[in-house]
């Protein structure tokens, strides 16, 4: 780990270990700001004290991070377009890390102190799109160009999307609860319960449902937003030690095989339906031109992309036996010819069976590129877990008692966390990044509007303008950042 430093000057080292620092720092402030949603029907109810809960979740954020996989971490790392991918240096990725984070703890600092419920993750992407933005402003690239403009549309959709279904599913859950359960011992608030049977906790399986279903969002929500500080600090590594990120140079002599071969199929691939890609690649074509300067990747290239990289890997049975040169060559290469097989993927004429084969090529071509070094996934698991256990009164006040006109019955914070630890499971599952605190702000709104309790509107128009500002705030915020920091590189 620490080797990462060595042949850093004083001010590169400097800046990777500001550069990790803030990452930390944002999925700390992620563990108090988002994990409070986690724990504050748990809390609220009664069914765990508030410190054995934060730490129960902490634990389950942890483990949520060391299990989820990788697939939403480079879901928020392709929101940058490739060709800001590939050719991202030390001191622009410098500049870029440091203007997103910035912007993104700033806000959500913001909104803690105030006890909204904002999220996060709609922060990150907010502040990743402020700085594709600016970089497009900055080199004259048009919009659609600086910013990967499908994988935005793809992520904010599941962002709008989730809190509906969350608001839609926890009200069909409560009433199905209703139905099923009669009895009023499962319906009462804390203070209903504690007032008429002079019980202080729930029901007994009333609350082994209430804990287990609060540790199942502490979980996913460790799956999916500890993925995206995964994500963050990759881009860090990359950008500001290139010799050792930009591959995994722990590969084996077979993966790099298997990459070598999913080249040599796709190239096998492109030419069987030369047809019906003529439109998209030139397979004919043999050489390309490369741009001074920088590297742009052009699908009409594709044919000799994959040449240029089957000839920078002939005989190479380790990526430690290539110079930095080398690997940062191989990397574009391998990013390029992804990018040209997802486009390719889109193509109507192609067969579902070439496009399932396209598929499993794509999963070999990035399978050295796509990773994370074990240490990086404690590093975000402790960061988000230790976040967790402080600053999550506020919140838990506001989910609590200021969405709904009366408290939270027991079936109501059931309700809504087994319907947001189901909908970010599936989330994460998929790739996508979603917002625990939308989803489950709206899964509790959604119970307070199927109990008749109605809604305090003054909260949810926070919620809402919350949702409205966090875009354009971390987008000005973070793209301003990034324009004032590329005037003195």
């Not at 563990?31 to 004290?49: C, Q, R």
């Not at 979740?57 to 929101?79: E, K, T």
């Not at 506001?398 to 947001?420: C, D, R």
């Not at 994460?428 to 917002?435: D, K, R």
């Amino acid at each position: 780990m620490l080797d990462m430093f060595t042949g850093l000057s004083f001010v590169m080292g400097l800046s990777l270990f500001f550069a990790l620092l803030f990452v930390l720092a944002y999925e700390f402030i992620n563990g108090f700001h988002d994990t409070a949603n986690a724990v504050a029907t748990v809390i609220y109810t009664k069914a765990m004290s508030p410190y054995t809960a934060v730490i129960a979740s902490g634990i389950f954020n942890f483990l949520g991070v060391i299990l989820g996989g990788l697939g939403v971490a480079y879901a928020i790392v392709h929101l940058l377009p490739v060709d800001m991918l590939l050719n991202i240096t030390s001191v622009h990725g410098m500049v870029l890390v440091f203007s997103l984070l910035t912007a993104a703890i700033i806000w959500n600092l913001g909104t803690w102190y105030f006890g909204i419920p904002a999220s996060s993750s709609h922060t990150l992407i907010g502040s990743l799109l402020g700085v594709c933005l600016a970089n497009a402003l900055i080199n004259g690239i048009p919009i659609n160009e600086g910013v990967n403009v499908k994988k935005a549309i793809d992520i904010m959709l599941s962002l709008l999307i989730s809190p509906l279904v969350g608001f839609g599913v926890a009200a069909l859950v409560l009433l199905l609860l209703k139905r099923i359960f009669t009895g009023p011992k499962i319906h009462k608030t804390p203070l209903e319960r504690e007032k008429i049977d002079g019980k202080k906790h729930p029901p007994f399986w009333t609350r082994v449902t209430l804990v287990a279903s609060a540790m199942g969002v502490s979980f996913v929500h460790g799956s999916n937003d500890g993925q995206k500080g995964i994500g963050l600090i990759m881009l860090v590594l990359i950008g500001l030690t290139p010799a050792q990120f930009v591959l995994n140079l722990d590969s084996s002599t077979y993966e790099i095989e298997r990459t070598r071969d999913a080249a040599v199929h796709l190239k096998s691939l492109y030419r069987e339906n030369k047809a019906n890609l003529s439109s998209l690649i030139d397979i004919d074509k043999t050489q390309m031109e490369i741009p001074s300067g920088s590297f742009k990747c052009n699908a009409n290239d594709a044919i000799p992309v994959i040449d240029a990289l089957l000839s920078e890997l002939k005989g190479t049975a380790h990526y430690k036996d290539l110079s930095l040169d080398d690997r940062r060559d191989v990397r574009r290469l391998l990013l390029c010819i992804d990018d040209t097989a997802k486009k390719v993927s889109k193509i109507d004429a192609l067969s579902s069976k070439d496009k399932q084969d396209l598929g499993n090529l794509r999963k070999d071509i990035t399978a050295t590129t796509e990773y994370a070094p074990f240490w990086v996934i404690i590093a975000v698991a402790l960061a988000l877990g230790l976040g967790t256990m402080m600053g999550w009164k506020r919140i838990v006040y506001t989910v609590g008692e200021k969405i709904g006109k009366t408290g939270m019955t027991y079936s109501q914070g059931m309700s809504a966390q087994i319907t947001a630890a189901t909908a970010i499971g599936v989330a994460s599952v998929t790739g996508m990044p979603v917002s625990t605190t939308h989803v489950l702000s709206s899964a509790v709104a959604g119970t307070m509007v199927a109990n008749r309790s109605g809604l305090q509107f003054s909260t949810i128009k926070t919620i809402l303008l919350a949702w409205v500002f966090t875009l354009p705030v971390t987008i000005l915020l973070s793209g301003g950042l990034f324009y004032i920091g590329t005037l003195f590189i």
